[in-house]
């Protein structure tokens, strides 16, 4: 079984940075594609980031361009997004997810971890 597993969430300040990891703690997988979500109190959850595990291809929300990193240790089974200047509107619920095939139906979801930017 998959078991996605996020951590690096926590409080930081405007214009801090965190990283968050994304480890797979359960049978080895293939996924085509791992990505980042996150969903704010009151709100739709919604994309931030994802790459293809063949090629290392990336894309980005508009919201997030420029200031997040999203990158993968395939030996390691773990991905990371790295956040730089954070603002308020970043705090959410970070989700990752794994999907097997391009028709990005994520199959795999983690718990979720805390992010919380004070201004």
């Known amino acids: 079984q998959v078991q996605l597993v996020e951590s690096g969430g926590g409080s930081v300040q405007a214009g801090g940075s965190l990283r968050l990891s994304c480890a797979n703690s359960?049978?080895?997988?293939?996924?085509?594609?791992t990505g980042w979500f996150r969903q704010a109190p009151g709100k739709e959850r919604e994309f931030v980031a994802r790459?293809?595990?063949?090629?290392?291809?990336?894309f980005y929300a508009d919201s997030v361009k420029g200031r997040f990193t999203i990158s993968r240790d395939n030996a390691k089974n773990t991905m990371y997004l790295q956040m730089n200047d954070l603002k308020p509107e970043d705090t959410a619920v970070y989700y990752c997810?794994?999907?097997?095939?391009?028709?990005?139906?994520?199959?795999?979801w983690g718990q979720g971890t805390q992010v919380t930017v004070s201004s």
């Open positions: 359960g049978r080895t997988f293939s996924p085509y594609a």
């Open positions: 790459i293809i595990r063949s090629s290392d291809n990336t």
């Open positions: 997810a794994a999907t097997l095939t391009s028709t990005w139906s994520y199959d795999y």
